[in-house]
């Protein structure tokens, strides 16, 4: 099994190899994405804002800190900055000017190197086109420049060349789309409950300090 794929692999030329090297970053950017996503921001951003709202609700500002204490995702940076500048008795005019100074750090770490995921897709395909170019090529200068025995041997191996190359850019760029599409997804939801979780933390600051 291994060796009938290390000859396919060989057989498709040079480019097997760069196509190889976007699978490698491709899958880098996905387990990043995946443990940023589902590590570091998995909280219900809502029952977050929640057990905050309750404690502040009871003046216990000691027990709010607590609450974001732990954390790196965006929403807790922001709320912690909120809960901070709160407890300094600060005008919510200030509090909300602060949050809204945070957010241009922290919403762009939601999208962060998710775009890469699409150009990895799209240099994949087109590197699986270089590599048919390539095939094509050697099978047309083995119509020209190789005696007659050797011109089917020649032709069939360009031509293997073209179609694996393509077919291995192929089998990269479309898995790298469906993950794009499905992270990409999940970004959207995280940065609405964001905006969601946000907003109604500081409506209640609103309220309690006009």
């Known amino acids: ?13 040079p480019f097997m190899w760069a196509i190889l090297g976007v699978l490698a970053a491709a899958c880098a950017v996905v387990l990043e994405r995946i443990i940023f996503y589902y590590l570091f ?8 804002v929640s ?6 609700g009871n003046d216990n500002i000691a027990d709010a ?33 602060g949050i809204e100074e945070a957010a241009i750090q922290q919403v762009p770490r939601l999208s962060q190197r998710l775009n890469y995921l699409s150009l990895c897709a799209n240099i994949a395909t087109l590197l699986g086109l270089l590599g048919t170019i390539s095939g094509l090529q050697l099978s047309f200068s083995a119509l020209a420049s190789v005696e007659a025995a050797k011109k089917a041997t020649m032709l069939a ?10 077919a291995f850019g192929l089998i990269v760029a479309v898995p790298c789309m469906v993950v794009y599409t499905f992270l990409a997804n999940k970004q959207a939801r995280l940065t609405r409950d964001l905006d969601e979780a946000t907003v109604r933390f500081l409506n209640f600051l609103k309220k309690k300090r006009p």
């Open 1 to 13: 099994m291994i060796q009938n794929l290390a000859g396919w692999f060989n057989s498709g030329g």
């Open 157 to 166: 191996s360009g031509i293997s060349q073209a179609m694996i190359t393509t």
């Open 41 to 48: 921001c998995g909280g219900n951003g809502l029952q977050l």
């Open 65 to 97: 800190k607590k609450i974001i204490t732990r954390g790196s995702s965006p929403l807790t940076k922001l709320l912690r900055r909120a809960v901070e500048m709160y407890s300094t008795g600060i005008p919510f005019a200030e509090i909300q000017e």
């Open 51 to 56: 057990r905050l709202v309750q404690a502040i």
